[in-house]
């Protein structure tokens, strides 16, 4: 907007247009906190949030360093959860592990939608060769298994947080991009992008100032979306062996450890991190449904 | 419809040759030095020297990514680095293992979910559609060793109704096999079921919403003969069209199925390959499931353009 000198009231964002979108951000709020949906999921992930940060400060025992032998008691008044393979208090560990899940999985959602999102905008915006280009890559990274995808880059590069982060995010982003492109399509050919380029305005201001804002509610619930399929994701690497790596408490590492008790009827090492993944995802995804439904309301 | 085929076709040929380039990338360009990367940061120099000699992994890099697409069209992957023998077939091998698990699962969920999602659309917004719904969110959202686990423990050692380990003995007959694997099947089943009924309740929903639904039940047909005759063909389309992206989904999610059941297919051989750091049957891997992918992919298009003359003319 530098270039402009006189500006009318419509080209700026006048304080009447930005108290109209605070309004409609507080009623969006109003509607969600109405949803059972929405009030369970954020307890439960609330609950998780809780446990990751006080960790020790709060479990009935030392998680990694306290054993009581032999391993493998069954749950009682003491061990709510049991013990594991090697004598440490189940509900303890499976408390603090959440922890490394909720550092790794929102730090590879947030890389994939902010990367996803840049080249949705530009590839719905700029339309032609470049869009034409981009949608092909986009169709191949479909076409990759992300599972397996992701065991390979793990073979290559080693394990680390870091890595995991870097592999989900990169194979999140084009379904992030196919996403925000529909959304930039429908939005481009309104008014008030015409408007902004009648006006003169560079297509980074438009694309930034004008479309972006338009289609940060499908970005918003793409998010929360990818934020469950993070958890999932990382989840599995971990129970596949790939992701995060031992001592940590994660549990989907715990649960790749003691699966093969089972059989034998000692259900309580695997069930409750187990358990644990499940209360997550499905909490991630009711948020991610309520939002979807209030803002499409 | 010729030139409908022949362009998807060719899209389809792009995708792979892109999807083996992504593949090249990771396995040759991200690591400064494969041999380095497979032997790991303690050998010494010249082990690592020699394997690089011996992978041709020390010539540059536009040769061997010419000598990758030509392994492409040739269908030549190389030889495993554990075994010496070519992983193609090996592969293929694994995958038809896989394919026996990943069928019976679909075979599951295909039914199941189709029926849930038509009941929920007929009956929108009441109890019962909010209850599928908000059940395949839920069951969609957990991964399948979850899901596995839970199974294993319920089923196979609480209740005892089904074996816990995925192989049938040898010389087994089918419905042994097919009990066998109805555990695994099952937890992958769960999964998919979430995405084929919304799907399914999305597409049936807007169908009962258009005019042609309308005239049908005007001009006196029953409920059964519109849902049968112009309700389905068309509500059905997203649906297909989700079962098939699910199909390479569901060779991703059977590594972790595998390992639990302890099932020798796709996933016990891609993990197997993880550990010993086998590349080439890794890519080979990535590759065979891509191409699974753009076959389903491409026969939903036939499909679909079969149900729906609309689209097979759009498209040429």
Known sequence: ?297 | MVRFIARRLILALVTLWLLATIVFIITNVLPSNVGRTILGPFAPQETVDALNEKLGTNRPLPVRYLESLQGLVTLDFGDSFVSGKAVLPQVVAAVGRSAKLAGLALLITIPLSIAAGLYAARRRDQRADRAIVLLGVTLSSIPEFVTGTILVVVVGVGLRWLPVLATAPDNADIPTQIRFLLLPAMAMAIVYFGYIARMTRAGTIEVLQSDYTRTALMKGLTTGQTMRRHVLRNALVPTVAVIAVQIGYLFGGIIAVEKIFNYNGMGSTMLFAAQHKDLPMLTAGVIVIGIVYMLATLTADLIIAWMNPRIRLEAT
């Not at chain 1, 009682?76 to 899940?101: C, E, K, N, Q, Y």
């Not at chain 1, 680390?160 to 529909?182: E, H, K, N, Q």
């Open chain 1, 1 to 297: 907007m530098a270039g402009s000198i006189a500006l009318t009231p419509e080209q700026m964002p006048g304080p009447a247009a930005v108290s109209e979108r605070s309004r409609a951000r507080r009623e969006m709020l109003r509607l969600l906190v109405r949803r059972k949906a929405f009030i369970i999921g954020s307890l439960v992930i609330l609950f998780w949030v809780i446990c990751a940060i006080l960790g020790e400060r709060i479990t009935p025992y030392d998680p990694f360093n306290a054993f009581f032998l032999p391993g493998h008691q069954p749950p009682s008044p003491a061990h709510l959860f049991g013990t594991d393979r090697i004598g440490r208090d189940v509900l303890s560990r499976v408390m603090v592990g959440a922890r490394d899940v909720l550092i790794v999985a929102p730090l590879a959602a947030i890389l994939g939608v902010v990367s996803g999102t840049l080249l949705g905008l530009v590839m719905g915006y700029y339309r032609g060769i470049v869009d034409d280009i981009l949608s092909r890559l986009v169709e191949a990274f479909l076409a990759l298994p992300v599972i397996l995808v992701a065991l390979l880059t793990l073979v290559v590069l080693g394990s680390s947080s870091i890595v995991v982060i870097c592999v989900v995010g990169i194979l999140f982003a084009p379904i992030v991009a196919r996403t925000v492109r529909s959304a930039v399509l429908s939005e481009r050919q309104l008014d008030y992008v015409t408007a902004a380029k009648l006006r003169g305005e560079s297509g980074l201001f438009i694309l930034s100032q004008e479309i972006f804002p338009n289609v940060l509610g499908p970005t918003v619930v793409e998010l929360t979306v990818r934020f469950g399929y993070a958890i999932f994701t990382v989840a599995t690497l971990s129970f596949l062996g790939v992701g995060l790596q031992p001592p940590s408490p994660d549990w989907g590492l715990t649960v790749s450890q003691e699966y093969t008790n089972m059989i034998s009827g000692k259900w309580w090492p695997t069930t409750f991190p187990a358990l644990a993944i499940a209360s997550t995802v499905i909490a991630v995804n009711l948020i991610a449904d309520s939002l979807q439904s209030v803002l499409s309301e």
